[in-house]
């Protein structure tokens, strides 16, 4: 977001990379930039990374618009997940047996301001019986009773690892309960939801005295960076992987 006063100030902002940091591909810039050198913009994922990929110096010249704007997207092939783990759910009988696994990565800031792990259950009722034991963390149930929310809270403990262990069981299925043509029988997924401020997985970080104005006056320039989880699925390893696929 720029409010800089005049008509049309040019700014150029460059985006840097620790060392042996992996480089951006993918980049799409938003259209007020007016000119990138060409090959940042080829520099694509689909191809295998090798010393000709190019890997800076990332600047983009522009004339911001009025309100706020996405200045680039960009791809990084970060070489672990932050957060790995396993799920396993089995069925048996009327009862769901699960596991939950999750270990933080030693390389990610242990310190969040939130982290919780849902665990969804489609096509069935609500929960009507549950006992479980967690190493870390509180568990809650959601209201309608179709869902567990694992609540990890700000830092994992010092051994990086979590775990949760437990059965569920439910009753009548109404028409309320939630339903999912994918996850089925015992295709099912925890989803994990993350926040941690002043941190980025790829180490880029706009470097705030290099930014460039060519417009009047001092202005105030405020940099920050935060790892925000999206779509962070783990599916149950006891069932097949979901598949979308037509027929010919």
Same mark, same amino acid.
């Given at each position: ?11 150029? %902002? &460059?985006? /840097?990379? #620790?060392? /042996? ?17 060409? !090959?940042?913009?080829? =520099?694509?994922?689909?191809?295998? %990374?090798?010393? =000709?990929?190019? =890997?800076? $110096? ?7 618009? =009025?309100?706020?704007?996405? %200045?680039?997207?960009? +791809?990084?092939?970060?070489?672990? #997940? $932050?957060? %790995? ?10 009862? *769901? ?15 969040? @301001? ?11 009722? #609500?929960? !009507? ?14 209201? @309608? ?11 994992? $403990? ?8 437990? +059965? ?7 028409? @309320? ?8 029988? /015992?295709?099912?997924?925890?989803? *994990? ?25 001092? $202005?105030?320039? +405020? ?5 925000? &989880? ?5 599916? /149950? &390893?006891?069932? #097949? ?8």
């Amino acid at each position: 977001k720029c409010d800089i006063e005049g008509s049309a100030p040019n700014v150029t %902002l &460059s985006l /840097n990379l #620790p060392t /042996n940091g992996p480089p951006l591909q993918d980049i799409v810039v938003h259209h007020c930039v007016t000119s990138v050198d060409p !090959a940042m913009l080829m =520099s694509s994922s689909a191809e295998p %990374l090798d010393d =000709s990929v190019y =890997s800076g $110096p990332y600047k983009f010249p522009f004339v911001p618009p =009025s309100d706020s704007f996405n %200045l680039c997207y960009y +791809t990084s092939q970060v070489p672990v #997940p $932050p957060i %790995l783990g396993s799920y396993q759910l089995i069925e048996e009988g009327s009862q *769901l047996k699960i596991t939950v696994n999750l270990k933080l990565h030693e390389s990610i800031k242990n310190s969040f @301001e939130y982290c919780e792990a849902r665990i969804p259950f489609f096509n069935r009722g #609500p929960i !009507a019986q549950l006992e479980y034991k967690v190493s870390y963390g509180q568990l809650d149930l959601s209201r @309608e009773k179709s869902l567990l929310v694992w609540v990890l809270g700000q830092k994992f $403990p010092k051994s990086l690892e979590v775990s949760l262990t437990g +059965t569920v069981s439910f009753g009548p299925a109404g028409k @309320e309960h939630p339903t999912d043509y994918v996850c089925t029988g /015992n295709t099912a997924y925890v989803k *994990l939801y993350f926040r941690i401020l002043d941190f980025t997985l790829t180490g880029c970080y706009v470097d705030q005295h290099s930014i460039q104005i060519f417009a009047p006056g001092k $202005p105030k320039i +405020t940099a920050s960076g935060e790892l925000i &989880s999206s779509d962070y699925y783990i599916w /149950n &390893s006891k069932a #097949p992987a979901p598949m979308v696929y037509k027929t010919l």
